[in-house]
């Protein structure tokens, strides 16, 4: 469903990812591993068209991402989950979550759906989105992506900051999200047990590459990866 | 007395109509538009056409917001989308068309005054003193205009989407919304809201081709002193100032009116500077 | 919808104030000089005298737009400021100094009233569209005050019969304008030329680099104002008697927006653009329009706006496109002992702050202090870089103390804070992109702003730390290229060069080594650790990478959620639970 090949990116002069090559199918969750600054985050950036990708290809349905614009592409239905800067800090929830569901129909049920995975935001709607905690604000980041159904969510340490009772509860949603809908994922995170629970598969990246790669499940996976990020 | 506090609100509430298309686009956008003084005068001359059609005047308020906002449209993907985020280049790009609409107008209507009649003639009297009723019309409309605008930003799906434009663009347009449409909107909208503004005030000052630089400092002024993407601190900014000018108007002299709100507008600015 | 890379000859104006600036002036005059010899006496008198006097307001507008980048769009006003002077003091007193007084009062009042509202403009929160829009109600203001006071300046009608020059001879006229005219292209040139103009160039390019090497940058930009707004009422002096009579038309915005087109036709940043511009502008215009009258105006519009969006060097930036030569520069010692403090400490008390209902730092406590290599870490987004900003004045926290070696320092500008002894580099490294490399370092050492008017030197002095490390990155090889084209491990490498050569007590890096190859990593390490133990600067490291900053650190503090959480010897941090929760990720199950 989604095919990244060989793809190069970075930001002015600086090259971050170097020939990166990877693919999804559909209704897989791919964890995508590895320390600060090795290029996890460009990643997705350049898969949602913030960023331009330098050479390389990447293909989504069959067709090309390239040079399209971030709206084009989440349209597309490609949902993603930024780590900073994610939300409008002065809006309300329930207005941030309209902000993302657009001119679609049907919002009152969309939301029910979505509000039903995290019914504590039923007691927010109407609080400024700044002033939840950094767990809720994640919480709700998760929501806002389910509210439109999407086929891929790219999701950017979308445990960071969270307590460990929160961060279950996003791993059920989302594990329900994919048996339930069918959704593919791919899970940038630095928080090793979530993402192993939930992904089918992994990479590892380091220094802008991918160094290992292997199916969650298998039995040396987890030694393998911790021995490389111990490296 | 009533009468001057009458005038003074009426001044405040014709700077505040001048200076709402600018804050839109600027809200939204970060787009200097330099040539906002120039929709105004469009506007003034659109009224200026429809009198010579023979239509009633009251009519201009309705046709020049729409023949403003269309220019606007046919300008945007031609000119204005090249100007989003740079703001060295889009202050010069916008004084050049203003330059251009400016002779423009001039070639077209000539360089004198036009003047177009008052809607209404209509006085009231408040306690033995006559006002003109257009200039307490201002008040109204000025207040149409900013509660309108509000509930469009605060109560409106649209305003809601533009709000998330203003504060991450970046973020919006990852979300699906297209901020490209978004942009051209909003331009649009305040071209329209300029071309009001230039379709009221045509009776008051008549319709010259470089009436929109005088509306153009000023609404500049306000803009910058009531804080960007703020609508009540453009009504603060417009009350600062407005009344500040009309007052010294009444009490020494018009010229010295317009050095007041100046210097008011950059002590405010130095002053919210430091703070 | 990307414009043709022809625009990508960005108007870095780049000092291009070399030959090809001063071979183009010459060729103007000298072509002005002979004109009488083949123009007919009328046009020379009349028209290329007029033209030569608006080329002087072209060159003092550049003087504030190109050089400086202060978008002056009324700068007329000081032109018929200094013109109405001359005439009124000249009618109206009636003596032999009258002339002479009116001459330098249209300097002086022009400049005053710059520098009064260059006060307001440069100081505080400033943005170039305020002072376009501050500078575009001088000439309306003016304007407006000149038609209510007729008594004085006579209003509409103006001031005619205006005392010309104590002589017949027409052409005398015409060359001592001429004269005035060169006066002006030497001034400009000079100031531009030497070292002055570096800064200036600077200041225009990246002001806030500027700043927090420790420039005045508000003062130097009134500065300039004020001077090239007396360079424009020096024009109007002249005017006066020249043209006989002052009307109203000068002062209005009419002649501000025509200077600012020929500037920008001409070629802004450059010496000899302006002149070019308004020159041909104002010859071709008196037979332009009467061929084609209106269109003529709407026509330079037309041009000015397409300039502006596809050719923003000018015509000048078309045909003097040379580089300029390379300036030779040579690195000398600095004079020893600049560095004062040996032992200082900058200390954070209680530091609040939050972007709306953001809350970016909390209660926060932090010390740095000389001699010491100490390193903040934190997950993105935990407000290592605000703090940065807050402690070197950037931005201001709500609420708690900034102590500088025990003085307080929450509310002052970033240069003066320079000036305390603190410094710092920026996470995207922020140099002097149009600047050569010996540029960027001679600003970086040199502080004295007026100084610089009365040199022009290729030395840069650098103390022996700078040095070192300026050959270990190799840029001693590189002085004359530009910074714009280093890459960027190199630009790393030159900003800490900058921020050395400043001889501060405290640096505050941010980011150091991101991005760096591992052999670049390891030498910044070897660098940082010897300028501690040598030098005994204080050093605090804004880093992601524990493996480099358990080599390299003494001192270790945990930055998470606008707070810190873990402060001390780095071998300690390090091993807490708090450091292994931030960094490795949660490897131990916490359900």
């Given amino acids: ?231 | 007395m009533v009468l001057g506090i009458l005038n003074v609100l009426s001044a405040v509430s014709l700077l505040f109509i001048a200076a709402v298309g600018l804050a839109v686009i600027f809200g939204v956008m970060g787009v200097v538009n330099l040539a906002h003084g120039e929709f105004i005068m469009l506007g003034a001359y659109a009224s200026v056409i429809v009198v010579k059609l023979g239509l009633p005047v009251s009519v201009s308020l309705i046709v020049a917001p729409l023949a403003v906002g269309m220019i606007a449209l046919l300008l945007e993907p031609i000119f204005f989308r090249y100007l989003y985020g740079r703001v060295m280049e889009s202050i010069l790009a916008t004084w050049g068309l203003s330059i251009v609409l400016r002779q423009a107008a001039q070639l077209i209507f000539g360089a004198g005054y036009q003047s177009v009649p008052y809607p209404t003639d209509a006085t009231i009297t408040v306690l033995t003193t006559q006002i003109s009723f257009y200039r307490v019309l201002a008040i109204f409309l000025a207040l149409v205009i900013g509660l309108g605008v509000l509930w469009i930003e605060k109560r409106t799906n649209l305003g809601t989407t533009a709000r998330a434009v203003m504060s991450n663009a970046g973020l919006a347009s990852t979300l699906g919304v297209n901020i490209g449409r978004i942009y051209a909107g909003t331009l649009v909208f305040g071209a329209a809201l300029a071309g009001l503004a230039g379709a009221f005030l045509a009776p008051l000052t008549s319709a010259y081709p470089s009436m929109g630089l005088s509306f153009l400092t000023n609404s500049f002024f306000a803009v910058l002193v009531g804080g960007l993407g703020s609508l009540p601190g453009l009504a603060f900014a417009s009350g600062m100032l407005g009344s500040t000018q009309q007052i010294v108007a009444i009490f020494i002299d018009p010229v010295w009116g317009s050095v007041a709100l100046v210097i008011v507008a950059l002590i405010l600015v130095r002053w919210r500077g430091t703070a | 919808m990307s414009w043709p890379p022809g625009i990508a000859i960005a108007h870095s104006g780049i000092d291009r104030l070399r030959l090809t600036s001063v071979g183009a002036n010459c060729l103007i005059v000298a072509l002005l000089a002979s004109a009488p010899l083949w123009v007919s006496q009328y046009f020379a008198t009349d028209i290329l005298a007029r033209a030569m006097l608006l080329a002087i307001l072209a060159l003092a507008l550049d003087l504030a737009w190109g050089c400086c980048g202060i978008l002056s769009l009324g700068h007329s006003a000081f032109f018929g400021l200094g013109a109405y002077a001359m005439a009124i003091v000249a009618l109206r007193w009636d003596s032999g100094l009258a002339p002479y007084v009116g001459f330098v009062l249209a300097i002086l009042l022009p400049a005053l009233l710059a520098a009064v509202v260059g006060w307001f403009m440069f100081f505080g929160v400033t943005s170039s569209l305020y002072v376009a829009i501050v500078t575009l109600s001088l000439p309306v203001l003016l304007s407006a005050i000149d038609l209510r006071i007729p008594k004085l300046t006579g209003g509409l009608t103006g001031l005619s019969g205006i005392p010309s020059f104590p002589w017949a001879e027409p052409l005398y006229t015409y060359y001592l304008l001429l004269g005035a005219l060169m006066l002006a292209i030497v001034i400009v040139t000079w100031i531009v030329r030497s070292d002055f103009g570096r800064l200036l160039m600077a200041v225009r390019d990246n002001e806030e680099r500027a700043r927090f090497f420790g420039y005045n940058t508000p003062a130097l930009r009134l500065f300039i104002f004020a001077l090239s707004a007396g360079l424009a009422g020096y024009a109007g002096a002249l005017y006066a008697p020249y043209n006989g009579f002052v009307s109203h038309g000068l002062l209005g915005l009419v002649l501000s927006t025509s200077a600012i087109v020929w500037v920008a036709i001409g070629g802004r940043g450059t010496a000899a653009g302006p002149v070019a511009g308004a020159l041909l502008v104002n010859i071709l215009e008196p037979t332009l329009n009467a061929a084609f009258p209106g269109f003529w105006q709407l026509f330079l519009g037309l041009i000015f706006t397409v300039v502006v969006l596809l050719l923003p060097s000018g015509l000048f930036g078309l045909v003097g496109s040379r580089r300029p030569p390379r300036r030779g520069f040579q690195i000398i010692d600095a004079p020893p002992g600049r560095r004062t403090r040996d032992r200082m400490t900058v200390a954070a008390r209680k530091l609040n702050l939050s972007f709306g209902s953001l809350a970016v730092l909390h209660e926060l406590n932090l010390e740095i202090e000389t001699g010491k290599l100490h390193c903040l870490i934190g997950p993105n987004g935990a407000g290592k870089s605000t703090l940065v900003d807050v402690i070197t004045g950037r931005l201001r926290a709500s609420a708690g103390d900034i102590v500088i070696d025990g003085a307080q320092a929450a509310f002052l500008p970033p240069n003066v804070i320079v000036h305390r002894g603190v410094m710092r580099t920026f996470q995207a490294s922020n140099v002097f992109e149009t600047q050569r490399i010996g540029d960027n370092l001679f600003l970086a050492a040199c502080r004295r702003e007026l100084a610089l008017l009365t040199q022009s030197t290729n030395q840069i002095a650098m103390p022996v730390d700078a040095r070192r490390v300026l050959q270990l990155s190799g840029l001693d090889r590189k002085l004359d290229t530009f910074a714009g084209e280093l890459g960027h491990g190199e630009r790393k490498w030159l900003e800490l060069c900058m921020v050395l050569t400043a001889q501060p007590a405290i640096i505050i890096l941010d980011e150091p080594t991101a991005g760096l190859s591992s052999i670049d990593r390891a030498n910044v390490g070897e660098v940082l650790i010897s300028l501690v133990r040598e030098h005994s600067l204080g050093l605090l490291l804004i880093e992601h990478d524990l493996d480099f900053v358990k080599s390299i650190a003494e001192r270790l503090s945990v930055l998470s959620q606008g707070t810190i959480v873990a402060d001390g010897s780095v071998q300690a941090v390090a091993e807490s639970p708090v450091v292994r929760q931030i960094y490795l990720g949660h490897t131990n199950a916490h359900e």
Avoid: W
């Fill in chain 1, 1 to 231: 469903m989604l095919c990244v090949t060989d793809v190069e990116s970075g930001y002015g002069d600086l090259t971050i990812l170097r020939r990166i090559s990877f693919e999804l199918a559909p209704g897989e969750v791919l964890a995508v591993l590895g320390h600060n600054g090795v290029g996890k985050s460009t990643l997705l950036r350049t898969i949602i068209g913030q960023l331009r990708a330098r050479k390389g290809e990447i293909s989504y349905a069959g067709k090309s991402l390239l040079g399209l614009k971030p709206y084009h592409i989440a349209n597309r239905g490609i949902s993603y989950i930024p780590q900073e800067a994610a939300l409008f800090p002065d809006l309300s929830v329930v207005k941030n979550l309209h902000v993302a569901f657009g001119s679609r129909k049907d919002f009152g049920i969309a939301c029910d759906h979505a509000l039903a995975a995290f019914p504590f935001l039923r007691n927010r709607l109407h609080q400024r989105a700044g002033t939840l905690s950094g767990g809720e604000q994640k919480m709700l980041l998760v929501a806002r992506s389910m509210l439109v159904s999407p086929r891929l969510i790219l999701a950017d340490e979308v445990t960071e900051g969270v307590q460990p009772m929160q961060v279950s509860r996003i791993a059920e949603v989302l594990r329900a999200c994919r048996e339930h809908d069918g959704t593919a994922m791919l899970i940038v995170e630095q928080h090793l047990d979530f993402a192993l629970g939930i992904a089918d598969r992994f990479v590892l990246m380091k220094q802008g590459m991918i160094v290992s790669a292997g199916a969650t499940s298998s039995r040396g996976a987890r030694v393998e990866i911790e021995r490389q990020l111990a490296l």
